[in-house]
């Protein structure tokens, strides 16, 4: 039999307040400020993230970035595989035609979530350009996939799981790894 078990918490939530920080005056450096660009959250905890980075902005800026919500759910391409697919109601009430727009997600690792929102992206309409931002990148790429932003860079073995807890969806703000471990002894 196996079960997680926590190998060490990486982030704190100071650590991540500070990272989120940092990402903040990264966008508006690199795109001159904040009037321009829009934050689109990959559900679901890429969400808490943006509207973290987006009052960010706006306390460093003055000015507040639109904030969207994206669903990938149906542009997975595993999507077949899954019998009942957990959605979340994609929310982008404006136009992202000529816009900057920065997608956020917690843990960039294979590259396929991020392409999926890229998909569902295009669906929406043409962004001037699209820059991703992430709290952890933890590797191991599949797609030729990197983030513009990146919170924290962690290392970590497939046989790991980089998981990154955010409140209102945790309890915690946190990134911890966990790994697999497996009971001696079992009846498998």
């Not at 704190?12 to 450096?29: P, V």
């Not at 997975?76 to 727009?101: C, K, M, Q, W």
């Not at 799981?161 to 990134?175: A, F, G, H, L, N």
């Amino acid at each position: 039999m196996e079960q997680a078990v926590l190998k060490a918490q990486i982030m704190d939530a100071l650590a991540m307040d500070r990272a989120i920080t940092r990402i903040a005056h990264e966008i508006i450096e690199h795109n001159e400020g904040a009037s321009g660009i829009a934050l689109v959250g990959i559900q679901r905890r890429g969400v808490p993230i943006a509207d973290r980075l987006a009052e960010k902005i706006e306390q460093i800026e003055g000015v507040k970035p639109k904030i969207g919500k994206l669903d990938i759910s149906f542009y997975r391409d595993d999507y077949a595989r899954h019998i009942n697919p957990v959605t979340h109601a994609t929310e982008v009430l404006f136009s992202i035609d000529g816009v900057d727009v920065v997608l956020v997600d917690d843990v960039l690792y294979t590259g396929r979530t991020v392409r999926s929102a890229l998909d569902a992206l295009v669906d929406l309409g043409r962004a001037k350009t699209v820059q991703l931002a992430v709290m952890v990148d933890r590797g191991h790429r599949e797609l030729p996939i990197r983030a513009d932003y990146v919170g924290k860079n962690v290392p970590s073995s497939h046989d790991e799981d980089v998981r990154v807890s955010i409140k209102p969806i945790d309890e915690v703000d946190s990134v911890e790894i966990w790994g697999i471990e497996k009971n001696a002894g079992g009846t498998e």
